[in-house]
């Protein structure tokens, strides 16, 4: 429904505002983004002038209709492998072989790791391990730290603004608003993963009584999102713990209510989304090792509660002012009055950059390949993303435990 977007949420003024909040499903990614390319300011149909081109191949909606039911492998990759087999055909792809060529997977980039065609209780597909994908740019909502072909970005929240002033009037709203939370979480346990945290949270929220707030998406619809953005709005700090996955959509929702984010996993955040989250993490957030929680080591009330006002204060104006960075347009606007950039034209920016340099790495007649081990190319290392090398350790030490999610 509306280009991707979802139900439109009605008779939701006290908590939201305006007419622009939706329903809008965490995995419509490629529906909505698609959407907004069709709006783009700078398509050519011409694709000798092209400085990239956009591939609208709905990679999760094809992957997710065979992750559940005992699918053999081949039926699962049956449209990823028409996919590359149509592309290469195409006069577009012999210029750089697809060098040039990106689409956006509305899923997390597991779901498209397969290793073993022969595995057929191996999960998901193996779309992004295709020697014609791995040339490519894959957008999706949680990339691997150690692929240099997937990026992440942000997951759809349910505001789709019109306008700048919409977006204007919305950062005005939740700076006014009166948070009578130190901190909440949103969600529920997670018993069949030995590694999650989320018990523990869980537990410490309800000791805090009067200080934390539940809303658990047992006994609960977390998927109303008047339900969740009241609980957001009324905390100053959210729990952002790993749940299925490393990343949530949950934080995105965090950051539009104006709620500084906490996270217990470097996976979260601070690698993933390095085009449109601040390199500095701890200008909009609090970071807790899930390791201390795990071992009782760590007291979240009382870390946030020595927090100082002012403190409090500066980080959740970071987060009001990455409110139109981590939100995507509503297509249907043709966007007249918004100058703001959007999560939308930031990855389109960010793509034609990557495409620019890898063209003319290529012209200046430098190799350029993609097809090294995953394990040494950690694309946060030497792109200059992070300012040390601690996350890896961190990622190193907390791999096998997380292996069922990654």
Same mark, same amino acid.
């Given at each position: 429904?509306?280009?991707?977007?979802?139900?439109?949420?009605?008779?939701?003024?006290?908590?939201?505002?305006?007419?622009?909040?939706?329903?809008?499903?965490?995995?419509?990614?490629?529906?909505?983004?698609?959407?907004?390319?069709?709006?783009?300011?700078?398509?050519?149909?011409?694709?000798?002038?092209?400085?990239?081109?956009?591939?609208? /191949?709905?990679?999760?909606?094809?992957?997710?209709?065979?992750?559940?039911?005992?699918?053999?492998?081949?039926?699962?990759?049956?449209?990823?492998?028409?996919?590359?087999?149509?592309?290469?055909?195409?006069?577009?792809?012999?210029?750089?072989?697809?060098?040039?060529?990106? /689409?956006?997977?509305?899923?997390?980039?597991?779901?498209?790791?397969?290793?073993?065609?022969?595995?057929?209780?191996?999960?998901?597909?193996?779309?992004?391990?295709?020697?014609?994908?791995?040339?490519?740019?894959?957008?999706?909502?949680?990339?691997?730290?150690?692929?240099?072909?997937?990026?992440?970005?942000?997951?759809?929240?349910?505001?789709?603004?019109?306008?700048?002033?919409?977006?204007?009037?919305?950062?005005?709203?939740?700076?006014?608003?009166?948070?009578?939370?130190?901190?909440?979480?949103?969600?529920?346990?997670?018993?069949?993963?030995?590694?999650?945290?989320?018990?523990?949270?869980?537990?410490?929220?309800?000791?805090?009584?009067?200080?934390?707030?539940?809303?658990?998406?047992?006994?609960?619809?977390?998927?109303?999102?008047?339900?969740?953005?009241?609980?957001?709005?009324?905390?100053?700090?959210?729990?952002?713990?790993?749940?299925?996955?490393?990343?949530?959509?949950?934080?995105?929702?965090?950051?539009?209510?104006?709620?500084?984010?906490?996270?217990?996993?470097?996976?979260?955040?601070?690698?993933?989304?390095?085009?449109?989250?601040?390199?500095?993490?701890?200008?909009?957030?609090?970071?807790?090792?899930?390791?201390?929680?795990?071992?009782?080591?760590?007291?979240?009330?009382?870390?946030?509660?020595?927090?100082?006002?002012?403190?409090?204060?500066?980080?959740?104006?970071?987060?009001?002012?990455?409110?139109?960075?981590?939100?995507?347009?509503?297509?249907?606007?043709?966007?007249?009055?918004?100058?703001?950039?959007?999560?939308?034209?930031?990855?389109?920016?960010?793509?034609?950059?990557?495409?620019?340099?890898?063209?003319?790495?290529?012209?200046?007649?430098?190799?350029?390949?993609?097809?090294?081990?995953?394990?040494?190319?950690?694309?946060?290392?030497?792109?200059?993303?992070?300012?040390?090398?601690?996350?890896?350790?961190?990622?190193?030490?907390?791999?096998?435990?997380?292996?069922?999610?990654?």
């Amino acid at each position: 429904m509306n280009l991707g977007l979802g139900p439109q949420v009605r008779n939701c003024d006290v908590v939201l505002q305006n007419k622009n909040w939706f329903a809008t499903n965490q995995f419509m990614l490629e529906i909505i983004f698609h959407n907004r390319m069709k709006q783009y300011k700078c398509l050519t149909n011409d694709s000798s002038i092209a400085s990239a081109i956009y591939v609208p /191949f709905y990679a999760g909606l094809d992957v997710g209709r065979y992750l559940w039911g005992g699918f053999n492998t081949s039926v699962r990759d049956f449209d990823a492998m028409d996919l590359v087999k149509w592309l290469s055909g195409k006069p577009e792809w012999k210029r750089l072989r697809g060098r040039d060529h990106f /689409f956006v997977a509305g899923r997390i980039t597991w779901d498209f790791r397969r290793r073993m065609d022969d595995d057929e209780s191996g999960w998901g597909n193996k779309l992004a391990s295709l020697p014609e994908i791995r040339n490519m740019t894959m957008l999706t909502i949680e990339s691997s730290p150690w692929s240099n072909q997937d990026f992440a970005i942000p997951y759809p929240t349910y505001f789709h603004p019109s306008s700048n002033i919409e977006v204007i009037q919305w950062q005005n709203k939740v700076r006014e608003q009166k948070r009578k939370y130190l901190f909440s979480f949103v969600g529920a346990s997670r018993p069949n993963l030995k590694s999650s945290i989320r018990s523990e949270i869980i537990e410490q929220c309800l000791v805090s009584e009067g200080t934390c707030k539940l809303l658990d998406c047992i006994t609960n619809n977390c998927h109303n999102p008047v339900n969740v953005m009241k609980m957001f709005q009324s905390s100053i700090f959210c729990l952002q713990p790993p749940g299925d996955s490393y990343t949530r959509r949950s934080t995105f929702d965090s950051i539009l209510a104006g709620c500084i984010p906490v996270f217990f996993h470097p996976g979260t955040a601070y690698i993933q989304y390095i085009w449109h989250l601040p390199k500095n993490y701890t200008k909009y957030s609090v970071f807790i090792s899930e390791n201390d929680i795990r071992d009782k080591k760590a007291n979240i009330e009382n870390i946030l509660l020595g927090i100082s006002e002012d403190e409090a204060s500066a980080m959740r104006e970071e987060v009001v002012r990455l409110i139109p960075r981590v939100i995507y347009a509503d297509p249907r606007s043709r966007l007249e009055s918004f100058d703001l950039e959007d999560a939308f034209d930031i990855a389109v920016k960010r793509v034609l950059e990557r495409v620019e340099t890898i063209r003319g790495d290529m012209e200046q007649g430098k190799s350029y390949s993609f097809d090294f081990p995953e394990q040494f190319s950690w694309k946060y290392y030497w792109s200059g993303t992070m300012e040390d090398h601690k996350w890896d350790a961190y990622f190193t030490k907390t791999s096998d435990a997380n292996s069922s999610r990654a």
